[in-house]
């Protein structure tokens, strides 16, 4: 079964560009989450949707971050403008319904804004 | 609020050694508890899972084991390799939320030495 699928891998860009990161989550699944890594702040919960809903997007960090869910097989996040402290890897998870299901995390978008 | 504790790393063995990597997690109910794994460059996956006391989690001669009395689940492996080395989150569900959601440690960094 394919899992969690994010593009790209890697994106480079300088500061004040759009920048679009894109999540398949695992089919069936109806909750998606995005994350944030970073060495100094560690995991961080973005957002998260069920259902296509945004349900908490409490760690959203500024309004320049946005996040989408068209269809339950597509998520896009978008950060507008960007800016070098943007840099890091972001994640997209999945998982199936209810409390205490484990999440399904996609490789992750590594961001350098320059 | 629900929360996880994890050793702090970097934690540096010999192969074939034993390891330890100590959890101990706040919560108001009974959440389920999970151990994750980050290989460089790719995304969190699940190792282990308890979901109720004195559960025990195995995957790939790792072991852990859902204390309630003493609030830890604390990962451990006989005999490591050092395609071992790697990140280590300890995580339980977030019995606060309606969501899959997963309260996450800051990891633990483990390097196994040939």
């Known amino acids: 079964d394919a899992g969690v699928i994010q593009s790209p891998r890697h994106e480079v860009t300088e500061m004040g560009q759009e920048v679009t990161l894109r999540c398949k989550p695992i089919?069936?699944?109806?909750?998606l989450f995005w994350y944030r890594q970073t060495m100094m702040r560690g995991l961080e919960l973005l957002i998260y949707?069920?259902?296509?809903?945004?349900?908490?997007d409490s760690g959203m960090p500024e309004d320049r971050f946005s996040a989408k869910m068209p269809n339950a097989s597509f998520s896009t996040l978008k950060i507008q403008p960007s800016e070098p402290r943007d840099s890091a890897v972001y994640f997209c998870a999945s998982s199936a319904g209810t409390v205490n299901q484990p999440q399904h995390f996609g490789d992750g978008t590594r961001l350098s804004i320059l | 609020g629900d929360s996880v504790t994890q050793m702090e790393g970097p934690v540096t063995l010999s192969e074939e050694a034993f390891l330890t990597i100590n959890c101990t997690y706040t919560a108001t109910g009974y959440p389920s508890l999970f151990w994750y794994v980050q290989y460089p460059g790719e995304g969190l996956q699940l190792l282990l899972k308890a979901t109720k006391a004195d559960d025990k989690g195995s995957n790939k001669g790792f072991e852990a084991t859902y204390r309630k009395e003493t609030t830890s689940f604390h990962l451990e492996k006989g005999s490591v390799q050092v395609s071992d080395s790697a990140v280590y989150f300890c995580?339980?569900?977030?019995?606060?939320?309606?969501?899959?959601?997963?309260?996450f440690g800051s990891g633990t960094r483990l390097s196994i030495r040939p």
């Open positions: 949707f069920n259902n296509n809903v945004p349900i908490d």
């Open positions: 995580a339980l569900s977030d019995l606060n939320s309606s969501a899959s959601k997963i309260i």
């Open positions: 089919s069936g699944h109806d909750y």
